[in-house]
C-alpha cells in the first residue's frame, strides 16, 4: 500500500491553481504540485468530494478519483519538471516528496 493511500477517505476542503504549481489542501493534508496537472471532470466539483483511490500509472502518473467523479491527474514524465520536486504531500503523520 502507497504512502499516497493515506489520501482515500479525505475531503477536498480547498484548492489553488496558478501558472506552474497547484496546491489542494485535503483534511489530512496538503498537496503542492509543481508539474503538469490535468483536471478531468468539473473542477468545481472538486471541493467537499471524498478521495475514492489514488494509484500511480504505469503510463507515470499519480491520479486521484473523487467521489465526483472527477480526477487529478498529475504528470511524473521528467519533461514535465518545472522544479526540483513534481509534489510534495503533506500529511499530519508525515511528508511524501516526489523527485
Do not use: W
Not at 1 to 10: A, H, K, N, Q, R
Not at 71 to 95: D, Q, W
Amino acid at each position: 500500500m502507497s504512502t499516497m493511500s493515506e489520501l482515500i477517505g479525505s475531503q477536498l476542503l480547498a484548492y489553488e491553481i496558478e501558472a506552474g504549481n497547484a496546491g489542494f489542501q485535503f483534511s489530512v493534508g496538503s498537496l503542492s504540485v509543481y508539474n503538469l496537472i490535468d483536471i478531468l471532470g468539473e473542477l468545481e466539483s472538486l471541493v467537499g468530494s471524498k478521495v475514492t483511490s489514488v494509484i500511480f500509472t504505469k503510463e507515470g502518473n499519480l491520479e486521484i478519483e473523487f467521489s465526483s467523479n472527477s480526477r487529478l491527474i498529475v504528470s511524473l514524465n521528467p519533461n514535465h519538471y518545472t522544479s526540483p520536486e513534481a509534489f510534495c504531500m503533506r500529511f499530519k503523520t508525515g511528508v511524501v516528496v516526489v523527485e
